[in-house]
T-cell receptor, first 116, second 112 residues
Framework: GAGVSQSPSNKVTEKGKDVELRCDPI?????LYWYRQRLGQGLEFLIY????????KSGLPSDRFSAERTGESVSTLTIQRTQQEDSAVYLC??????????????FGPGTRLTVL | AQSVTQLGSHVSVSEGALVLLRCNYS??????LFWYVQYPNQGLQLLLK??????LVKGINGFEAEFKKSETSFHLTKPSAHMSDAAEYFC??????????FGSGTRLLVRP
């Protein structure tokens, strides 16, 4: 079956522009996560969606970052007025949500964002 | 504060040699620990996880990891490296029921 997909795979933008990154989770996965991976660093948690619950936005680094999810499907991560420090790979993951803790997260290939 | 430290950003081994990737953690509560692998141009894939119970955890592709509470470690091993094991490996610690704290990663190079 289809895995998590992300688009675009690469995005080059100029400082100050807005960008929108898209994530299509695995069908039936109610949980969705966004992470940022800067060069040479581990993944930083950004935001978590679970069904109709309020998202956990505790990892968003500034108010320039926002994310939405339509029901239990597509999610978009928007970065406004991009800065050079926003350059990174943005990863999306999805998982089922059950009684167990830490259901396995399935990751997409990421979007590489370069801000010039 | 909870944290994960991976010692060595790059590890190089010969094909057939032992693979040892180091991970240490800091946690004030019993930890949930994970190893993920990222092959070139692919998403991260779960190798194995430790929740409770047996401290030696076996994962996919012949990898295993041992949870050692006294050493706050969760090192990843494989007895014999294959060329196909070349990838980046991430250790992660569970911070809440869903949130993971990742280490900075270790890139494994396998020499023929």
């Amino acid at each position: 079956g289809a895995g998590v997909s992300q688009s675009p795979s690469n995005k080059v933008t100029e400082k100050g522009k807005d960008v929108e990154l898209r994530c299509d989770p695995i069908s039936g996965h109610t949980a969705l996560y966004w992470y940022r991976q800067r060069l040479g660093q581990g993944l930083e948690f950004l935001i978590y969606f679970q069904g109709n619950s309020a998202p956990d936005k505790s990892g968003l680094p500034s108010d320039r970052f926002s994310a939405e999810r339509t029901g239990e499907s597509v999610s978009t991560l928007t970065i406004q007025r991009t800065q050079q420090e926003d350059s990174a790979v943005y990863l999306c993951a999805s998982s089922t949500h059950g009684a167990g803790l830490y259901n396995e997260q399935f990751f997409g290939p990421g979007t590489r964002l370069t801000v010039l | 504060a909870q944290s994960v430290t991976q010692l060595g950003s790059h590890v190089s081994v010969s094909e057939g040699a032992l693979v040892l990737l180091r991970c240490n953690y800091s946690s004030s509560v019993p930890p949930y620990l994970f190893w993920y692998v990222q092959y070139p141009n692919q998403g991260l894939q779960l190798l194995l996880k430790y929740t409770t119970g047996a401290t030696l955890v076996k994962g996919i592709n012949g990898f295993e990891a041992e949870f050692k509470k006294s050493e706050t470690s969760f090192h990843l091993t494989k007895p014999s490296a294959h060329m196909s094991d070349a990838a980046e490996y991430f250790c992660a610690l569970g911070e809440s029921s869903y949130k993971l704290i990742f280490g900075s990663g270790t890139r494994l190079l396998v020499r023929p």
